[in-house]
T-cell receptor
Framework: GESVGLHLPTLSVQEGDNSIINCAYS??????FIWYKQESGKGPQFIID?????DKRQGQRVTVLLNKTVKHLSLQIAATQPGDSAVYFC???????????FGQGTILTVHP | ETGVTQTPRHLVMGMTNKKSLKCEQH?????MYWYKQSAKKPLELMFV???????ENNSVPSRFSPECPNSSHLFLHLHTLQPEDSALYLC??????????????FGAGTRLSVL
């Protein structure tokens, strides 16, 4: 999972496997969460979001799970493809400031 | 293509130079942001503009000077930078600032190297 530190967490999977990327967020009052994907040489790209009144949300090949009890967010990617290789960030929205706070990121590498 | 365009994509400058980064969004958004992305660190919010008014300045050194002439354009003027300012500078926009479900859309960034 993501944490503040000197090394980005990494996840290596084989093509076709399912991937799970984890994120621990800090503010129990955060009301909205986003997952971003950042490929090499590009800016972060929106993948999926979830409000704090939900536990699960599904998109195309991606599912986000939210556990507010332990302040944990996960992104599940089904049938991972080489094109999914990127850095994945979670972001939490503070209802007081309206600002997004980003996690450090997890490097996902998909091997053919 | 995210609808947010940044130029230049790469910039090398000396510590005594003055340069500017440009961001343009074609999404009809009212809020624009500057972030700094350094290696192995989370995105750092620098400035927020809402309807061309600066609403956030996250203790950024004065050698970084933002400008927002209209809701579609954002600039970051740079002068007398330090080598530690080398990073990827990302621009983002969102429909409004300070609201829930505030999806921010990012440009590809400007890779800045200060020599």
């Amino acid at each position: 999972g993501e944490s503040v530190g000197l090394h980005l967490p990494t996840l290596s999977v084989q093509e076709g496997d399912n991937s799970i990327i984890n994120c621990a967020y800090s503010n129990s009052a955060s009301d909205y969460f986003i997952w971003y994907k950042q490929e090499s040489g590009k800016g972060p790209q929106f993948i999926i979001d979830i409000r704090s009144n939900m536990d699960k949300r599904q998109g195309q090949r991606v599912t986000v799970l939210l556990n507010k009890t332990v302040k944990h967010l996960s992104l599940q990617i089904a049938a991972t493809q080489p094109g999914d290789s990127a850095v994945y960030f979670c972001a939490e929205n503070s209802p007081l400031s309206g600002k997004l706070t980003f996690g450090q990121g997890t490097i996902l590498t998909v091997h053919p | 293509e995210t609808g947010v365009t940044q130029t230049p994509r790469h910039l090398v400058m000396g510590m005594t130079n003055k340069k500017s980064l440009k961001c343009e969004q074609h999404l009809g958004h009212n809020a624009m942001y500057w972030y700094k992305q350094s290696a192995k660190k989370p995105l750092e919010l620098m400035f927020v503009y809402s309807l061309e008014e600066r609403v956030e300045n996250n203790s950024v050194p004065s050698r970084f000077s933002p400008e927002c002439p209209n809701s579609s354009h954002l600039f970051l003027h740079l002068h007398t930078l330090q080598p530690e300012d080398s990073a990827l500078y990302l621009c983002a926009s969102s429909l409004h600032a300070g609201q829930a479900k505030n999806i921010q859309y990012f440009g590809a960034g400007t890779r800045l190297s200060v020599l």
